[in-house]
């Protein structure tokens, strides 16, 4: 049994697979999932788990090149953007319906409990070396 970082399994053989430049999405509990994606549900109920308890812990595993946000979130989830913006030297924004666009690209969708306006993000994997 792991002792430490991303105990679910699923979660942590996505992350091991990820290739530089390779994309996953956090997305909060109402982000519409195509039924051809991947996706990992850690929702429990609202909130439950929050958008950035699960963002810390992949930050954790995960060699984070860039965060592209909706620029919805600046005006609609401001406290949210600020945290969210801690995680990544290099943030980037596009329009939320672009975000929905990019699942279908994206390795996996991980799906929280968060229940907070446009709190989803695409996280691009980067390179240790």
Do not use: W
């Not at 595993?61 to 592209?68: A, G, L, Q, R, W």
């Not at 005006?75 to 666009?101: C, D, F, P, R």
């Not at 799906?111 to 994997?125: I, K």
């Amino acid at each position: 049994m792991k002792k430490t970082g991303i105990l679910n399994r699923e979660l942590a053989s996505i992350l091991a697979r990820l290739g530089h430049t390779d994309t996953i999405i956090i997305a909060d509990c109402g982000l519409p999932i195509p039924d051809n994606t991947k996706c990992v549900d850690l929702s429990i109920k609202l909130g439950t788990p929050s958008f950035e308890s699960v963002l810390q812990a992949i930050a954790e595993d995960m060699e984070i090149e860039s965060i592209t946000l909706a620029e919805e979130m600046k005006q609609h989830n401001a406290s949210l953007h600020e945290k969210v913006s801690g995680y990544s030297k290099s943030i980037k924004y596009t329009s939320h319906e672009n975000i929905k666009a990019q699942i279908k690209h994206a390795k996996a969708v991980i799906r929280t409990g968060e229940n907070t306006p446009y709190a989803n993000a695409t996280l691009q994997s980067g390179v240790i070396f």
